[in-house]
């Protein structure tokens, strides 16, 4: 099983930048895709982008289109999610996973089998 460790999260006023990062180790020839959510409260964890693992082809939703950036640095097996231009509604706990098989979806969050731990993101206005 793949295991997954994200930093970078914290409070960032709105307009501001922000960088979580997701290492990963044990068998990560195994990851296919590595996917963001996140969850606000009460609500169900939604996606928020993914990079496939062998080629870096890069998806996202449509709400952080153009303000968000995923990168890869596979020698470090590190995963990157650049935000910016954050909004007060970007607030929410912010998880990184990771998932062996194209079986469901991208954006289902039943298609992946590792989770880190989440980081919690603050935009205040």
């Known amino acids: 099983q793949v295991q997954l460790v994200e930093s970078g999260g914290g409070l960032v006023q709105a307009g501001g930048s922000l960088r979580l990062s997701c290492a990963a180790s044990?068998?990560?020839?195994?990851?296919?895709?590595m996917g963001w959510f996140r969850q606000f409260p009460g609500k169900e964890r939604e996606f928020v982008g993914a990079?496939?693992?062998?080629?870096?082809?890069?998806y996202y939703t449509d709400s952080v289109k153009g303000r968000f950036t995923i990168s890869r640095d596979n020698a470090e097996n590190t995963v990157y999610l650049q935000m910016s231009s954050l909004k007060p509604e970007d607030t929410a706990v912010y998880y990184c996973?990771?998932?062996?098989?194209?079986?469901?979806?991208?954006?289902?969050?039943?298609?992946?089998?590792?989770w880190g731990q989440g980081t919690q993101v603050t935009v205040s206005s």
């Open positions: 996973a990771a998932r062996r098989s194209p079986l469901y979806g991208l954006d289902n969050r039943n298609g992946y089998n590792s």
């Open positions: 044990g068998p990560t020839y195994s990851i296919y895709d």
């Open positions: 990079i496939r693992w062998s080629g870096g082809s890069r």
